[in-house]
Nanobody, 122 residues
């Protein structure tokens, strides 16, 4: 059974940085894409970033230049480095894993973590 465990969320001031990590366990396959999504109160879950098995990345426009997604396939872990955080980045951040090699949408993902809260205060 595939499980995802996020860590690294917390409270940070505007302009600060956080690094989220997501460790996957129970995997019996490779070549999968991984991604980060977020959900703010009263809003739908939205795509933040994704990375293919080979390391090709894609970001939502609002985080380009500020967030960096990376992965360590040996450790089955994906990371999200978030710099220059702003109030609008406040949300619960979810890690996700897809059976597909490329996965850009919520519906493409098959496994989800429990989420980690990121709060940016002014």
């Amino acid at each position: 059974q595939v499980q995802l465990a996020e860590s690294g969320g917390g409270l940070v001031q505007t302009g600060g940085s956080l690094r989220l990590a997501c460790a996957a366990s129970g995997l019996t396959f490779s070549g999968y894409a991984m991604g980060w999504f977020r959900q703010a109160p009263w809003k739908e879950r939205e795509f933040v970033a994704t990375i293919t098995w080979g390391g090709i990345t894609k970001y939502t426009d609002s985080v380009v230049g500020r967030f960096t997604i990376s992965r360590d396939n040996a450790k089955t872990t994906v990371y999200l480095l978030m710099n220059s955080l702003a109030a609008e980045d406040t949300a619960v951040y979810y890690c996700a894993l897809s059976h597909y090699r490329v996965a850009d949408y919520v519906v493409d993902y098959h496994y989800w973590g429990q989420g980690t809260q990121v709060t940016v205060s002014s």
